[in-house]
């Protein structure tokens, strides 16, 4: 198909050739030794291509890691030492370059050591971001990173999007303008605003004001909404169940942010090593794919050159069908069908049914029962022009099931393997790009950067030109970098057109189920048009010659279009794999260094404002605590000096007050009338039941103060919590009637005071009163008998001996005995009328005896002011109970924070170096340049 190459344009195709007698140019040297065929190598004998075994050789030698992993990244160094062993790198002396031969070798040589260079450069970043990457899930683990929240307007939150990442923005800047935002996905994230890293910063422009005003605030985990949409690999979704964004949002805590930060960082690290495994693989997958009946299976077909899969006019392909050389399967050609839910292991036949290849017509179309199929089959075609058995990199062809509603979700998560290095999309030409493509070449293209398209039944189109245009225009806003080489990437075919060989064992001739596509002679072309080929207008438009000879002419075009494309494919899978296998592992690195980046600009911004709170709230505690400790000694000094000062007052009040009462009881006749002297008994005994009654009294009454002073003192400690616990000082409300309560009036019981006769008659008392008695009664008596003398001043007794002496012995005798009862008339009258002032005297003196063997003042005054401390004793243990725990929170708090200080301080470090090592490996990664060609190649060696 000349007439539709390049129109558009683009690059000259760097390989120059232009016929399929140039098709694997790089790898097929001109024919030396006229060995009629177009050979990998040029030197030695055989079919077998001497230099794809070395390149083979190299490539299985070199590691790529192994032990040049951290050699440096000299070229030097990259290079494996068995390559120049291996290689006949050409001896400069030997060295021709006139010899295309050499000159391709060299080619080759360059562009396998600048390949490996730049695979070991991708191979130490993948090391060191895996490295910062477990770093960071142990800081993540020690200080919760903050993470910036996602909130999704309604429109961009749409359920049904396909690739829930957001899209690879930032690191596609190709993009640009040209992109029309009418073809976005509906799930697209806004354009990235990477600059908005500061914390606090206004949420998103798309963000309405009323929605603002009324957003909560901000988890502190959550920050800088506008962040999250422009993560790309560090994307933690927050959708969950049927909570909103926002709800959700604020309903996770730091702890919940932090655990799905670490899956994510998890899956990343999982990713890279997968990504480094496929980097270090030399094998390769290449994904077809496209709408439903594009042609992909015709298009598979034509490839191998047999007709093995199945092509049918309606949907046929259901399940992924992997094309493998049959060397990877013991040279056995089979099918290994894969059932829905197995994992595949060639070496264990319970993972897999085999079959015939010629049964694949029913395996196809059976997706409920296998989700994959592999196919071993022979090339047929020779190592310089199979895609499959090319000599240098294991290729699998994966035919994919025709991308509609169902299935784009399962072929866009096949694309995005790591395994797929090329994605390989077939559309049609008549249909051009169906919205379902659309989508799917959009996302790939954010995955791979770059895509093969192959614009498949061309021959079925009249104005080629325009629909080359108007395809060419849709590559351009789906995939810019392609469209930027689609003179190499974008391919206008008609895949029936290509001679096939039947499958083995498959329908003979005819096609089978192909409804005719195809033209089934290895040998080339048929000569008739096969009937789908409007061309047949174009004869009757004028064009001059026979419509024979122009059907020829045009299946050779066709034929030599799609020799085209294959090699183009070749050297797209071969030689640029630096692109289609290196470019994800670039891509996804620059990715999630870009979000590593941000995350630590984020957090270490974060870190620092933290930084600052935590040091006010020091600046704060610290004081606080110090004033709580001081406070802790002094009020408890004050609460023990409070009780000690009540309980020795209420102590000496009480005994004060008991020992007067006690002493001065006798004094007085407390309000009982002496009723007579033949009622003398009960008078003493009335006399002492209110003795006792006042003493207990008096007891009450010392209690009673003794309540007065606890409240006091019990207010005192209040107001001492209150001045230093505030509100934290428990308002217990104290009663003080609950004092006192046990039965202390037992006081009649215990003083046992017999009331005797000797109690009626205070003798003692009539000795002391001798004078006044004198001078009443015995003066009286003896007065008259004995004379003045008596009267003189002496005793009565005195006065009766004087008597004695001045009447006589003899008078004496005789006034005796009248005398005598006269004197005891007047004792017996003195007596008996004494009784209500010496019974109160004798019975209080008798009480004061027994209380004092009692000891009842003391135990008294002790009991009262025991109550007195235990009443106190309460609200004292309750304040120093709290100033304790304010002193112990304090400390715990002061604790806490200094511990957050040294966590926020180290977490700042590392955030600090977490941007600088991201910003270094970024720049490694930058500086792997895929695009360029390697500088031999450039320098003229490619051809
Ligand atoms: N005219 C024309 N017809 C083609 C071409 N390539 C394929 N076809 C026909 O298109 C129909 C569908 O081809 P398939 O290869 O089965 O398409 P497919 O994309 O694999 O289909 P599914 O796997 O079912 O999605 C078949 O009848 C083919 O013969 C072409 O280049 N030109």
Known sequence: MSSGKKPHGGPPDASGEGSSSRSGDYFSPPRVGGSGRPGMVTVGSGSTSENARRLAAMLDDDSGYGGSMMDGGSMAEGWHPGLTADRPTPDPSEYNPANDTDRKVLASHIHQLYYNQNKNALGRAINETVDALKKLQEMNSVWPAHYPSVQRTEAQATPDRSDPRPGLHHTHSTMGGNFDGAHAPTGRPMPPQRAGTSIGESSSAAESSSAASTRPVPEPRLVTPQLAQDFSILKIDLKMGSLRQTELVHSLEKGSIAALLDGQIQKSVNHLFALRERIDDTSSKVLVTGDLNA?????????????VLPEDQQPCTSIFCEVLDCRENAGVEEVHAIPVGQKYNRDDERTYSVFAIRDLEKIVIDDERWSTCKIYIKDIRSVDESLLNNGVVDIALIDAPGLNKDSVITT?????????????????????????????????????????????????IRDKKRA???????????????????????HFVSSNAIPVAPAPGGPSGGGGSSGGSGNENPDGPGDEDDGNDDEDSNVKHGDPGSPVDKNKGKEKEKIADFEELESSLRRFVLEKRARSKLAPAKTYLMNLLGDLAS?????????HSELDRVNNDLAELVPKFEQAKRANDSADKGSDQTIEDTVTEVYSST????????????????????????????????????????????????????????VQGVNMIKNLGLLHLGNGFPDVSFRPENMFKRRKDALARQVDVEVDFADFFDFTSLWERQEKVAGT????????????????????????????????????????????????????????????????????????????????????????????????????DNLRVGLKRNVEKLQGKKEDTDKLKYETQTAAKYFGNLIGKTGEIRGKVMRVDLEGPAPGVAAGFDG
């Open 599 to 607: 995350l630590a600009n984020v957090n270490r911004d974060v870190a």
């Open 295 to 307: 042609g992909k299976s015709t298009f598979c077909n034509a490839l191998l050159r047999r007709k």
């Open 655 to 710: 005994r004060d007050t008991l020992n007067t009462t006690i002493r001065n009881i006798g004094e007085q006749d407390h309000g009982v009338i002496y009723p007579g002297v033949f009622s003398a008994y009960q008078y003493a005994e009335d006399l002492k039941y209110v003795m006792l009654q006042t003493i207990s009294d008096t007891v009450g009454s010392c209690e009673e103060h003794a309540r007065q002073r606890t």
């Open 412 to 460: 866009a998560n096949f694309a995005k393997q790591e395994e797929i290095d090329v994605v390989v999309f077939v559309v049609s030409a008549a249909n051009h790009f169906t919205e379902s493509a659309k989508e799917f070449v959009f996302n790939a293209a954010r995955e791979k950067a770059y895509m093969f398209i192959v614009v498949n039944g061309f021959d079925a």
């Open 777 to 876: 009664s015995m003066a009286l008596t003896v007065a008259g008998v004995v004379g003045g003398r008596l009267v003189g001043g002496v005793g009565w007794l005195d006065g009766t001996l004087g008597a004695i002496k001045i009447m006589g012995v003899g008078n004496l005798r005789r006034l005796i005995i009248p005398g005598a009862v006269l004197t005891v008339l007047l004792g017996a009258t003195y007596a008996i009328s004494s009784i209500p002032h010496s019974l109160p005297r004798r019975i209080s003196n008798k009480l004061h005896a027994q209380l004092s063997t009692l000891d009842y003042t003391h135990s008294n005054a002790t009991r009262i002011s025991s109550e007195v401390r235990r009443a106190l004793k309460y609200p004292a």
């Open 468 to 490: 080359q245009e108007m395809i060419l225009k849709q590559v351009q806003k789906l995939s810019p970098a392609t469209f930027k080489e689609s003179s190499e990437l974008v």
